[in-house]
């Protein structure tokens, strides 16, 4: 019954962007709109495990109506990733907007306040509403090198409530035309390496020259902490690589 209800609530989101809560404090009627509710935040990385982040930012808007004739003094948002509480004066805005860092699952809270201190939030448990949630997608992409680069896939967000439900790899290599001297067959040999260090899926593939071919991995559960995507050529030789490894979340529920 709990899950069909997440399911309903997860649907009603989706079409109108608006929640009602449905268990409130009775002297108020609290809806409100979530925009970025569920995102992906992109890490473009170097040879060098230098990255450049695109990061999305969560908005919500707040519409509450008082039952008694009291003033709302305030509109707060609880993110869950750490940061202190944002809280805002309902007579100057009803939008709260917060910029998740890093990826994960985060347990976050928000609400309203009245003048005769009466609150109402969401959610009123965590067995009643989904995380907030931010995949994480890791690229590397590489022209004309003699070696292709390792990918370094960033451990969740301290503060996530939770792993990556599966990670996905999807890399493209070539072996690419250059002076004759270069040009040669070389063994490409992807490792995909767990936070402990140990590997839980790898492919060798030996490319002639002007070859390309892509490697794909899936694996659900995986451990949380840092991973590692290894790509090693037998010969230098004149390398491409077009390389996305996904850390997914989707519908990801609160932990017990």
């Not at 347990?107 to 939030?121: A, L």
């Not at 063994?187 to 070859?211: A, K, R, Y």
Request: charged share 20%; net charge negative; aromatic share 12%.
């Amino acid at each position: 019954m709990r899950i069909m209800l997440v399911f309903v609530m997860i649907a009603n989101l989706m079409m109108t962007g608006c929640i009602a809560s449905p268990y409130g404090n009775g002297d108020i009627d609290f809806n409100h709109g979530l925009s970025g509710w569920e995102m992906t935040h992109h890490f473009e990385k170097d040879e060098n495990n230098q990255t450049v982040e695109t990061l999305t930012e969560l908005e919500i808007e707040f519409n509450a109506y008082s039952n008694i004739n009291a003033t709302f003094v305030e509109f707060w948002l609880m993110p869950g990733d750490g940061s202190d509480t944002k809280r805002v004066d309902p007579q100057e805005t009803k939008y709260i907007q917060h910029q998740y860092t890093g990826y994960g699952a985060f347990m976050n809270e928000y609400g309203v306040i009245d003048s005769e201190g009466n609150e109402d939030k969401m959610p009123y448990s965590k067995y009643d509403w989904p995380a907030l949630i931010r995949s994480g997608n890791f690229y590397l992409n590489q022209s004309s090198a003699s070696q292709p680069a390792d990918l370094y896939i960033d451990a969740p967000h301290p503060n996530s409530v939770g792993s990556a439900e599966w990670i996905g790899v999807e890399s493209t290599i070539g072996n690419s035309w250059a002076l004759p001297f270069t040009s040669e067959p070389t063994d490409i040999t992807w490792s995909l390496i767990d936070p402990d260090g140990t590997v839980v899926d790898q492919h060798t593939e030996t490319l002639d020259v002007g070859d390309d071919y892509t490697w794909e991995s899936y694996l659900e559960s995986p451990k949380r902490g840092a991973w590692l995507l290894t790509v090693e050529s037998s010969a230098d030789v004149n390398i491409d690589q077009t390389t996305l490894v996904r850390m997914s979340y989707a519908g990801f529920l609160y932990n017990h």
